[in-house]
C-alpha cells in the first residue's frame, strides 16, 4: 500500500506529500525519539504525537515511509517547510496513536 492511497482509504489529513507513491510495510509508534531512530524499520508508518523539528531529523534517518501526527497535532510552518525540503511525508489525525493503528490494520 502506498502513503496517499492509506491517507484516502483511511481519511488522514495529508500536510505533506513528497512521495505519495512510497510503500507502507508495517506502523510503529513511539514519541521517545531515540527509541524511534533505533526500533522504527524501513518503510513503516510512524504515529507520534511529537511536532518539533527532530520528529523530521528521524523520519529522515529511520526512512519510515511517513509521519502520522496522531490527536489532532500539527506542525508550525518552518517546521513543515523542512519537512517539504527533506521529502519527509506527513498525515495527521484526530484519532489516538491506538486507533489510529487499527484503522491502518485494517486496511494493511
Known amino acids: 500500500m502506498t502513503v496517499y492511497k492509506l491517507a484516502d482509504e483511511c481519511q488522514f489529513n495529508i500536510l505533506n506529500l513528497s512521495d505519495p507513491d512510497r510503500e507502507i510495510d508495517g506502523v510503529y509508534i513511539g ?3 531515540s527509541w524511534v531512530m533505533g526500533k522504527a524499520q524501513y518503510d513503516n508508518v510512524w504515529i507520534t504525537i511529537m511536532s518539533n523539528i527532530n520528529v523530521i531529523a ?3 534517518l529511520s526512512d519510515v515511509s511517513c509521519v502520522l501526527l496522531a490527536e489532532d497535532v500539527t506542525l508550525d510552518a518552518d517546521v513543515l517547510a523542512t519537512a517539504k525540503e527533506k521529502g519527509i511525508n506527513v498525515l495527521s489525525t484526530s484519532l489516538s496513536a491506538f486507533d489510529a493503528a487499527i484503522k491502518i490494520s485494517g486496511v494493511m
Open 58 to 60: 528521524v523520519a529522515s
Open 31 to 33: 514519541d521517545l525519539l
